[in-house]
């Protein structure tokens, strides 16, 4: 299960998104603050937070599929993402939960955050397609 979570999409790992820990089987990735991240000077560009808190969300999803033994193509239905603060020049954070998983679909929430987990940066809902890899 963490071979698969490890191994995040080429767009993750530009942005330098990793597995952090992990927490009741739940992957934590983390983006350290760099250059490729930035947006206005010092604060994160909202599209790297958004891809962090995609990623994180996937990779939730992936973790309780695994659990389940269950091989699925995953494909994005909607992302709504809400930016709560602006992302300063250190290291963020991102959790995400299944809070549904069914036969054909997924309901997932997503939050990110810096210094402080309960004063998160942003948060997504996503719903996602769980397709059989068969078609």
């Known amino acids: 299960m963490a071979q698969e979570i490890e191994a995040l999409t080429p767009y993750a790992r530009s942005l330098g998104i990793t597995v952090e820990s992990w927490e009741d089987g ?38 309780e599929l695994g659990r389940q033994s269950r091989a699925a ?18 290291t963020s954070y ?12 997924a309901n997932i929430t997503v939050e990110a955050w810096q210094d402080d987990r309960t004063r998160p940066v942003a948060t997504a809902v996503m719903n996602v397609l769980v397709a059989s890899p068969e078609g």
Do not use: C, D, W
């Not at 000077?41 to 999803?61: F, K, N, R, S």
């Open 26 to 63: 739940i992957p934590i990735l983390s983006v350290p603050f760099e250059e490729t991240v930035e947006g206005r000077p010092e604060h994160y560009h909202g599209g790297a937070t958004g891809g962090l808190l995609e990623t994180a969300g996937y990779a939730a999803l992936r973790a």
């Open 73 to 90: 193509m995953l494909k994005p239905i909607n992302i709504t993402v809400q930016y709560l603060a602006a992302g300063k020049s250190r």
């Open 94 to 105: 991102a959790l995400g939960r299944v809070t549904k998983l069914g036969r054909r679909s």
